[in-house]
C-alpha cells in the first residue's frame, strides 16, 4: 500500500477573479452609492440610470430552465434597504421586498454587523441536524414565545407553561423552505389523521387560488396532479363566503367515510389577489374546525414577519393549531422555515421531516434579529402599515375607472386594476419609474399588482411611491 503524501491544495482566491474585474467595479461603485446617500437623494433618483456605475458584460439566463428565462434588464446588480440597482444601472426602489422575503430590506445594518461579528467568534455556518448551536436552539424557543403572544408577552416562567400546555403551539421543526414547512405541517395533519381515523378519506378545505408551494401535495390541493393522488379530497372554498364555508363542512357531517382533516388558510391570499381574510370568517372556520375533530392550519410563510405582531396567528387570538413559517424568517440570509405546532401534533418520526440544512447556526442568528427587529418596531409597523392602505384607498378614490379595488392588509396589499391591458400598461409604467412591483395576471380574472415593501419603510416612502404610482394612473388609458 502507498501512502499518498498529497495534502488539500489552498490558494489565494479573490472575488475579482470570480466574477470579473467590471463586475466587481461596478458593484463596489453600485453599493458605495446606496449605501453613502442619504434617503432622501436615492428618493430623487429612483428612475434614473446611474451612469457613473461603469458598464459590465452581462450574462444570459441560456442555461436557467426555459420557464425561467425572463429579459435580463431588471435582474439585480446591488440593493440596499428599499433600494436596488440593476444590471441595466438604473436605481428602483423595491416595493416588493425582494420576491416578498426580505422585511428588513437588503443588507440591514443589524443584521450584517451581527452576521458578521458571529464569523469573528467562529459561529458554525451549519453542522449535522443532532447537533444544533445555540442560536438554533434559542431560535426554537423565540420562534414559541412569539407565536403565543396573543394573550400577553411570554416571559421566560410563562414560556415554561406554555410549552407544557396542551393547547398552545409549543413545538417547531426547522427545514429549509417553506414548501418543506408547509409540507411537513400537512404530515402531521395526516399522521393525526391516520391514527385516529385510518379507514376514513381525509378532506381537505383550502381557499380558492391557494398556494402552499411547489412540492406534489402542496400542488394537488391547488388542482394539479390530480391523477397521481387517490383517496385524497380536495373542497376549495370561495375566500370569505361564510355560507360557502358552512356549507362545504356541512356535506362532510354525516358520518360518511370522508372526513374533513383540516381546514388552511393564509390570512392574507398573496397568491390569489392579496384577499385578507377576515377575522369573523377565519373564527368560524376553527369552530367548524372543532366541531369536526379538524385541524386548522395557518400558512404564515408570506404573512410571517410582516405582522406588528409577528404572526397574524396572534392577531387572529391564537386560532392556528399548526402554522407554517418562513420567507422572511432570515431576510434573505439563507433559506429556514419553521412549522410551529401545538403537542398533540408532534407525531412525526425522526427522518420524516428531516432537513439536511434545517439547523444553520448563522441562518438561525439572522432569524433571531429579524424576530429582535419586529418586536422592536411593532408599532412602527402597524402604523405604516395602516397608512400605506389609507393611502392606497385614497388613489383609488382618485382613479375608480382604472383601480377596481385594493385588498390585502397593510403593507400585504393588492391594487387591482380594471383589465389586464390596463394593468400590464401600469406595471410597465411603474417600472419606467422605477418602482418595482410584480403583477399578478396569471390567475383566471386577475389583475393585480401584489406590494409588500419591507418593514423598514416609512410615511414618507409610502408617500413617494403612492406620488408616482399617482402620476402614472394620470398618463396611462
Ligand atoms: C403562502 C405560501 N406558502 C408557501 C410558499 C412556499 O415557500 P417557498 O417558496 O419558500 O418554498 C409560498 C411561496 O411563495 C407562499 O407564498
Known sequence: MVKPDSVFKTFSLFLNDMLGDKYTEALDKAYQILKESPKEKLRKMVGRKIKEIPEFPQLDKRGFVESYQKPIEDDILAGYGLFKITESRMLQMDWTGGHYQLPLGYHFRNLDRILVTAR??????????????????LLAFELIKSANKYDGEVDINKLKQVIDAKDRLNRVTSVDTGTVASGAALKSILYRFRNLHKDNIPVFIMQEG????????QQYLRGMWQWMFTNVIVEAVKPNDIDHLNQTFQKYQNGGKEKVAAVIMEPVLMNNRAIYLKPEYIYRAKELAEKHDAVMMLDEIQ????SPDIFMA???????DIIAVGKGLTSGFSPLAYMICKK??????QYSSISTNGNADMAALAGLVVLYSIRENSSHIQKTGEYYMECLQDLQQKHPKKITGITG???LAGINIVNENMAKKFHQGCLDQGIFLRLQTYKA?????????????DADDVDFVIKKLNAVLDIIS
Open 409 to 411: 392588509c397593510r403593507h
Open 314 to 320: 396572534n392577531e387572529l387570538k391564537g386560532v392556528a
Open 445 to 457: 380574472g386577475a389583475c393585480t399588482i401584489i406590494t409588500k415593501p419591507a418593514v423598514i419603510a
Open 120 to 137: 469573528e467568534h467562529g459561529i458554525i455556518d451549519d453542522t449535522h441536524n443532532n447537533t444544533p448551536g445555540q442560536a438554533v436552539k
Open 344 to 349: 398533540y401534533l408532534d407525531n412525526q418520526d
Open 303 to 306: 404573512t410571517g414577519f410582516w
Open 210 to 217: 391557494n398556494y402552499h408551494g411547489t412540492d406534489f401535495f
